[in-house]
Each structure stands twice: as C-alpha cells, then as structure tokens.
C-alpha cells in the first residue's frame, strides 16, 4: 500500500467521482467543472482521466471523474484504474480526500454494492441521489433524511440534466470536507474475518503493516495477487494466501466466487428497505414501452439500421461542405505564403507543400470528428447506445465480438478516426483491440476520390454507368469481405476472447444537455488535434521532403531545354521567340512549370524510391509512377490523385473530377519491358489499384490514432498486416484478371 501521498495540485482538495455506468456522472462532471476540465490518460494505460475544477465560492477543489464501474472487481483496465485511484497506487496521481458517489434514484440498491466496495478503502463520501425527477414520475418514494440516517452520510437528491440540486451539493462537499463522513463497512460473519486473517497469515510479515484491510478483501475476493505482489510477497506467497483465504469461506458454508455479492446485498437491503417505497412505482413505464419496440429482434433492428443510416449519412454529407471550406481555405493560405516567399523556392515549398498542408492535412479531419461524436453523445446521453450494444450483441458473438464493436466499426465508413476512438466504449481489452483493428477495412471516405477517379475513366467508358455504379457500391463492401474473417482467425488464435455474457444495464431516457454535447465534441476535438494531429503533421513534412528533395538546377534546365524545342518545332519559331512567349503566355508557362515539376519528383527521393520497389508492385500491375502515387499517399489515401496530377504534369491541384487527369491516365503506355507499347491502365490494373486502396493501411492519421489509443505496436502491426494484405491481392485480382 502506497504511503506517500502524491500532493495535489496546488494543495486543492481532491474529490474523486464515483458511480455505475449509465448513471449520468458525466453529465454531473460537466455540471461542476464546466469548460474547467483537462483530458488525458492515466499513467501506464489508455483510459481516459479526466480532472476539473469546482468553484465553491472562494474555494476550488479538484474533481477526478473516474471511469464508470459496476465492482472493483479489477477484471477491465477501467476497473483497475479505479481501485489503484481510490488505493493512492498511481504515478503522479494522488490519493482523493473525498469521494462523491453518483447513484440512480430509480436503481438504488443495485447502485450502492459499489459504494459498499469502496467503503472499505476509508475514504470520506457524500452520496448523491441522480436522475430524481425520473424517480419522481415512477412514483418511487425515498426518505432522503432517513437514507442518510442509515447510511451516515451526506445523501443529495439531484438532476444533472437539469442542474437540479448542484448548489445543496457542493455545500453537502463542503461540508464534508471538515466533517468527512464515512460510509460504515458492513460487519462481516466471522467465519469470513477469520478466513482473512488465515489469508493474511500465508504472507510475510514485512507485508502485514502496509496491508490495509481493503487490500485484503480485495485480493481474496476478486482472487488477484497483483495486490499482494505489489505490497511485497512473492507469486507462490500470494496465490497460497488467496488460496486460505478462499477455502476459509468455503468451510463456513458460502461459496467464495459470490460471498461478497450475497452479503452486501443483504446489507443493503436492510439499510434501505425502511427508506424506499416502491409499492405505488408503475408496473410498466413509458421507457418499458419504447424499449418493447427498440429491442425487438425485428423491428428493433429496422430501426437501428435507419437511425445508423442517418448518421453516416450525416457524417459523410455534413462534414463534406466544412471539409471543403477548410480545403479552400487551406489553399488561400498557400497562395498568400507562397506569394510572399517566391524569391526563396525552397522556403516556399516547405511553407505551402509542407507546413500549411501538414496544418489543413489536420484540420480537414476536424469536420468528420466533431458531427460523430455530436451523434455518439446525443445515443449515449438518450440511452439509445446501451439499446443499440444489446440489439447488435448476437451479430457479433460467433467472432468475439459484441454488440458495442458494431458502432465504432459502422463510423468508420465515414472516416477510421472517429471509429477507432468511438471503440473506447468497449470496456473489454481484447474485443475493442480486435475493433480498433478492424476499423480500416472499413471503406472510408477518403478511398471515395480513388474509386470515382478509377471507376469514371475506365469502368464506365467500357461497360456503361450501371457496372460502374455497381461496381463503385461493390468496393465499398471489398474491405468488410476481408475483414470478417480476419476477425474470426484474430479471436480464435491469437487473442482468444474467452464466450462472455454480455451483461448490460439499460439506463433511463434522458434528454442531453447543449453543454454536455457541446463539450464532447470539444473535448474530442480538442483531444485530436493535440496528439493525432501532430503525427499527421510530421509525416506530411516527411513526405514532402521525400518529394522535394534533391532538386537539381539541371533538371529544370534540361525540361526546359526540351520544351523549347519542342514548342518551337510545333509552331514554327526560334528559340527565344518561344522563351519570350513563354514570359508573356501564362498558360505556356504553367505548362512548362508543370513539366519540371514532374521531372523534379521523378528525380527527387520518393521518385527513385518509387522506381527500387516497382518491381515488387510490377506483379500487380503498377508501373513507377503509379508506385510513387502510392507510397505518397500513405499519409492520405486521397493525396495519390494530386501526385499522379503532379507527376502527368497536370498541376498539383488536380482533383478526381479532372478530365484531363482521365484523358492522360488512358494514354499512358509502357515505355519499356515486355508490355512496351500497351496501355498501363488496363480493366485488371484499375481493379488491382482500387482492391489495394480498398485494403491497404494508407492513413498516417489512422495508424496514430490506433497508437494512441492501444499502443505503437498495434499501430504499426496495422499497417504492416494491412498493407501486406493489400499487395497480396491486388497481385492476386490483377494477375487472375490478366488470364481472362
């Protein structure tokens, strides 16, 4: 046990928010603290902390809202988080001076088994009573006065969603803080003491005085030696000690695996049975009602893909015209840059290719972001999501999944991002591992330009507008073909997610509040753009110095050279009349200066390191350029269309519409080798291309927040997995294509 108490910030008194899932501790977080708040993850795990502070007057406290939790039972890293918080066992982190526990008015002795948990730790509580205005209407009657008699705390009556009830509790927390109330433990039968101090008689002495008897309980109950190997005793000391302290309740006549649920709830029920009159409550209410309809097996089903279809369609849709302002933007800004800074070339391509591009390469995801995490927090907040997760569970189960994976994976059509950070609402390690792994085979957005350009310039030209419509819906469905059964070898050989009830509590209907949806999507954002983003940033400089870099005055010289000869064969002119026109003529200078900066990528880094590894893209199909194309767009899907507009001397700012880029990709020709003289673009090379976008991990920003959110080597094992995948078939679909 932890006896040096990591200071708070600032000498501020620490109040950890505690509660079940579903009992709106969020919504009562953003009630106290406000915009006053800071995100992060606790030390060592991706759990999201976050702290507040709270006004009480002239006083502040600092408010840690702890992750939602039905035990601390430490089965989930989020469960872990909690018991070490409460315990004092976390780096940098200090021990709280007070816990404020959030309970359902409508689910009160179900709520107060944790509350009864956490009394052992000895720690100071104030209890207070959520969602009473939906206790009201359920005609559930609680003796506030006389449930805090029982219990010996502070009880508060309050509605988060409405603010109803914050100022009686924070002058309930102030008070507290002289007063600091206890929770009394429950008197354990004796049998069970004694089956502890036989527990706590297998271990060292040296471990005895830092064992608290929370530890204790802990560790024999939820049969986890991390405590007692923590404290001091050895792997053999600790099991041998759970070991005693288990057949200990066993011989008493309880069963070990439920001891603890049995008593306390035996306990509670006598605390509150003289509190609560739920005798006159409605036998069936109006969320009963809805719920009848949106668990339906059919009809609930019809209903959640409807509502999912709205909001893809409005992530998809909505996000388009921000992302494209922020794209103008973003080109406004490279204009005005690189006008100030035309006398220094170099300068201004870092400013304009790299810098503002890395800035808009950010920023341009912000739009997609923002609008999911509006629609996740408006499901959550209703108590649609929970409906939703038990709806989709049996979908899922045959792969190890459950039904809180079908969400995130359904977000990531739009964009992988929003997907994978949307899977932290899987509370099982594995499953949301499998689920932030899954997400990029979704198709997302970003392939859409890829597939439009490939699928206008060949597919519909040869077999007419309904292939090319079908063929364009098809893709999109090429990733999740893959990805099934990717998941289903996942879970049956390497993550092995053992069969797990899906035990789901169903929260009352709620309205969100403006300020919680609106900090949300800030929060997220915000969140984003700070870690995501600046790897996005990187690697655009990266990729940009790859393609700049070396730039030989020889080069330009040389294209130059070449056009000249050739405008002035073409017209009929001598050299200086074509070098004159050219300074007089924008649209001949532009035409030249796109010539050169194909010839500069082709020289530049990425172009030799496109034509070394063309050979291993020459099996499906691809020649130098296309493979430049490619590893360009690995920080972006979408930045292939520019290069290959780069590289075909059409200008960087050629888009998937472009006719010109169609007309040039249909007459490109080999040049040399075996094909020399026939097309590059055949039926089976478009095909190849798009099955390679379609599985390939092309997303820097994808693969950052995977990190992020699990770890690096997940991050990379994504891309590496993904992008091996892709090149496997794209060599299959081309080289079989090539045979018929």
Known sequence: MATDMVPSVNGLVRIALLGNPNTGKSTLFNCLTGLRQKVGNYPGVTVQRKTGRMLFGTKVAEIIDLPGTYSLAADS???????????????????????????DATNLQRNLFLAFQAAQLGIPMVLALNHWDSARK???????????QELGLPVVPISAARAEGIPQLKKSLLDAMESKPMLAEPVWPKEVQAAMEEAKSELPEKVHSSLSRAVLFRSVFDEDKSFFIREGASEAEALSAIEKGRKGIFKSGLNAGNAETVLLYRHIKEKISPCVDVAHSRSTSGSESIDAILTHR??????????????????????????????????????????WLTSWPMLQSLATDGIVEGVGAVFIFLPQIL???????????????????????KLFSWCGLSGKSFVPLL???????????????IQDPKARIITVLLSPFMSCSARLPVYVLLIGAFIEPTYGATIAGASLFAMHFVGLLVAMPFVYVANKYVLKIPPQAFVLEMPSYQVPKVRDVSLRMYNQGKEFVRNAGTVIFAITIVIWALLYFPRSEEVAESVTAEFV?????????????????????????AALERKVMSAYVEQSYMGRIGKTVQPVFALAGFDWK????????????????????????????????????????????????????????TIPVVSAIMVF????????????????????????FSFVFMTTLAWIMATLVYQIGSLL
Do not use: H
């Not at 059409?650 to 026939?678: I, V, Y």
């Not at 379609?694 to 992020?708: D, M, R």
């Open 77 to 103: 890293p989020d469960e872990r988080v909690v018991v070490d918080a409460l315990l004092g066992e976390l780096e940098t982190i200090a021990r709280p001076d007070l816990v404020l526990f959030i309970v």
């Open 138 to 148: 359920r005609n559930i009657v609680i003796d506030v006065e006389r449930l805090s």
């Open 298 to 339: 059919i009809w609930g089903l019809v209903a959640f893909l409807g509502l999912m279809y709205v909001v893809f369609q409005s992530v998809y849709s909505w996000a388009g015209p921000f992302m494209d302002l922020i794209d103008a933007g973003k080109g406004v800004v490279q204009d005005l840059v690189g006008g």
């Open 371 to 393: 609008i999911l995490f509006f629609f996740i927090t408006l499901l959550e907040d209703t108590g649609y999501m929970a409906r939703a997760a038990f709806l989709m569970d």
């Open 411 to 425: 977000s990531s059509y739009a964009c992988a991002i929003p997907g994978v950070m949307a899977a932290r609402t």
């Open 565 to 589: 000869q050739t405008q002035a064969s073409e017209l009929g002119l001598e050299s200086n009349d074509i070098l004159e026109q050219i300074e007089s003529d924008e649209e001949m200078a």
């Open 626 to 681: 296309i493979t430049v194309g490619v590893i360009a767009s690995f920080p972006a899907r979408e930045v292939i269309i520019s290069t290959l507009g780069i590289i075909y001397s059409l200008g960087g700012d050629t888009d998937e519409e472009s006719s010109d880029l169609r007309q040039t990709m249909a007459a490109q020709k080999w040049q040399d080798g075996p094909r020399m003289g026939e097309p590059i673009y």
């Open 693 to 716: 976008f379609a599985l390939c991990q092309q997303c820097g920003a994808t693969v950052a927040v995977i990190s992020q959110e699990t770890s690096w080597k997940y991050g990379v």
